[in-house]
């Protein structure tokens, strides 16, 4: 039992406790050249094995998004949900963190390189949206929080429709 004790490092419950540091070090070394490194009494605890799907909170709400989300979409699909996620808030002004995250939950692996005129790569929503003439983006001065809004000639359009 005190060889298990030493080799686990458990001082407080063996004589070693008596020792320096450097000392207990040298023993421990002693007792596993001489006896081996597996313990004789003392039984490890075995490793709780890894599930195979996490099962947190934040996982199970990104596959339920994912398995909601649209697969196949195009830049037209895109600047339809941008609208109606504008047009549903209360607000003159939306945060565009808020409109890219409904964008990024309602597409699956949404990407902003393959949105917009071939040729053209963005390489983010902001810089898609702030392209287009139907919203109007502006930034805090003393922040780095954007706000964005459907431009009054998009508005007279979907008025008429």
């Not at 596993?32 to 799907?53: D, Q, S, T, Y």
């Not at 071939?118 to 983006?137: E, H």
Request: hydrophobic residues 35%; glycine residues 2%; proline residues 5%.
């Amino acid at each position: 039992m005190e060889r298990d004790l030493i080799r686990v490092r458990d001082w407080g419950y063996s004589y070693a406790t008596l020792l320096t540091p450097e000392r207990q070090e040298s023993l421990r070394t002693e007792i596993i050249r001489e006896f081996g490194a597996a313990n004789e009494l003392l039984v490890a605890p075995k490793p709780m094995p890894k599930n195979k799907r996490n099962r947190s909170v934040n996982t199970k709400r990104k596959r339920a998004i994912a398995a909601t989300a649209v697969r196949a979409y195009t830049t037209d699909d895109v600047l339809q949900a941008a609208h109606s996620f504008l047009q549903k808030q209360n607000e003159e002004w939306v945060n565009v963190s808020h409109l890219a995250q409904h964008l990024y939950e309602r597409f699956y692996k949404l990407k902003p390189k393959h949105l917009g005129q071939p040729g053209k790569k963005y390489k983010s929503i902001l810089k898609f949206l702030a392209d287009l003439p139907n919203f109007v983006i502006r930034r805090d001065p003393d922040q780095s929080v954007c706000w964005i809004r459907r431009s009054a000639a998009s508005d007279a359009a979907s008025s008429r429709d």
